[in-house]
């Protein structure tokens, strides 16, 4: 049976309940929000959409980490393993949120917070990996120049 979603920024999308991500805990900031679609557009790509299909007025930019840093790791504990089902031999998906603001070349990629999905189930979960050193907003263009943080008023 064919569902459909109208969302705001990409229109009408035809979805079947084994095209749904579930993330049963949300994700941070959304917990209301637990079925996701994601979807793939050629003419921003690696970009990819998580649209959630209770609120067709957001979507989330997320792309894969491994193509902007080779090296990066998670750290699934036991409880996210049988939250997200994982069984022997099941390779996690991991996705990482993005912030697109007005000048695109400030892109920041959310590597504290990454989105890992069971394929095999297509359920998701949220991490936060407080020890990990990886940084909320990593910039995606390595030679745009960033803007300066302001000075606080309670530096001294």
């Given at each position: ?20 991500l579930?993330?049963p ?17 050629d ?45 022997e ?37 949220q991490?936060v990996m ?22 606080s008023?309670?530096?001294?």
């Amino acid at each position: 049976m064919a569902l459909e979603i109208i969302s705001q920024q990409l229109g009408a999308l035809a979805y079947g309940e084994k095209d749904l991500l579930a993330f049963p805990d949300g994700i941070l900031g959304f917990a209301q929000w637990q079925d996701y679609l994601l979807v793939d557009q050629d003419d921003v790509a690696p970009l990819r959409w998580l649209q959630p299909v209770g609120e067709p007025a957001v979507t989330f930019t997320v792309l894969d980490p491994y193509l902007f840093v080779p090296d990066y790791r998670i750290c699934l504990g036991d409880e996210d393993r049988a939250a997200l089902d994982l069984v022997e031999g099941d390779e996690p998906a991991v996705l990482v949120l993005v912030t697109i603001p007005e000048d695109p070349s400030q892109m920041t990629a959310n590597l504290l917070g990454p989105l890992v999905i069971n394929p095999r189930t297509s359920k998701g979960r949220q991490l936060v990996m407080h020890d990990s050193g990886y940084p909320i907003r990593h910039p995606l263009i390595a030679d745009a120049p960033q803007a300066e943080a302001t000075p606080s008023s309670a530096a001294v």
